[in-house]
């Protein structure tokens, strides 16, 4: 089993739309959490921390479960602009960073 | 959010050469910097750790004498990739670790740097 992973999609949604991506982990000891947002042939940006009481921020909202080892990403009201691979990164004990995959999404008018 | 370099951005180079590209952070202070490359459609793979004043860890399959890494200060990491052939061309991307007040860290990826070996 993959240390951290995601559904690679694509995610073909309307604008509009409210669309959610799931991330699984296998290191029950992982510390922290994060969501990634990467542009085609661009860097990964820093899209949001996941903290165990969830957290949200305008449209996107990240939540946390220990228990069953996963994280979301929930985007409302997608736009155009949304259209990206969304990385999902796990750090684990060492703080070295595991990445997904990725969850291509594509929003079209 | 913090901000890391990349230097070159993009470099061509004949099969053989050894390319040398920087990692900095610009506005923090980075012990510890991280090596991925990235292929077409393929998720980043870690290929090293680069801690300061330190030998690099590199990841399982990396060759560490053909992807030299330094990281002579809390802001420069640079990776040389020595003899370079063609497929090597990739994107590789920096990152460093921040360390926030509440003790998280959290990755500041470079722009990348794209490099093609013909």
């Known amino acids: 089993r993959k240390e951290v992973e995601q559904d690679p999609g694509p995610f073909n949604v309307p604008e509009g739309a409210t669309v959610a991506f799931n991330c699984t982990y296998s290191?029950?000891?992982?510390?922290?959490f994060f969501w990634y947002r990467q542009d085609c042939r661009k860097e990964p940006k820093l899209l949001m921390s996941v903290y165990s009481s969830g957290n949200e921020d305008g449209r996107f909202t990240a939540q946390l479960n220990r228990a069953s080892q996963y994280i979301s990403l929930l985007i409302r009201d997608s736009k155009l602009s949304d259209s990206a691979t969304y990385l999902c990164v796990v750090n684990g004990g060492s703080y070295i960073p595991t990445f997904g995959r990725g969850t291509s999404l594509i929003v079209h008018p | 959010g913090a901000v890391v370099s990349q230097h070159p951005s993009w470099v061509i180079c004949k099969s053989g050469t050894s390319v040398k590209i920087e990692c900095r952070s610009l506005d923090f202070q980075a012990t510890t910097m991280f090596w991925y490359r990235q292929f077409p459609k393929q998720s980043l793979m870690l290929m090293a750790t680069s801690n300061e004043g330190s030998k690099a860890t590199y990841e399982q399959g990396v060759e560490k004498d053909k992807f030299l890494i330094n990281h002579a200060s809390l802001t420069l990491s640079t990776l040389t990739v020595t003899s370079a052939h063609p497929e090597d061309s990739s994107f590789y991307i920096c990152?460093?670790?921040?360390?926030?007040?509440?003790?998280?860290?959290?990755?500041?990826f470079g722009p990348g740097t794209r490099l093609t070996v013909l």
């Open positions: 290191n029950s000891a992982s510390q922290s």
């Open positions: 990152s460093a670790r921040s360390q926030s007040r509440d003790s998280t860290d959290t990755q500041y």
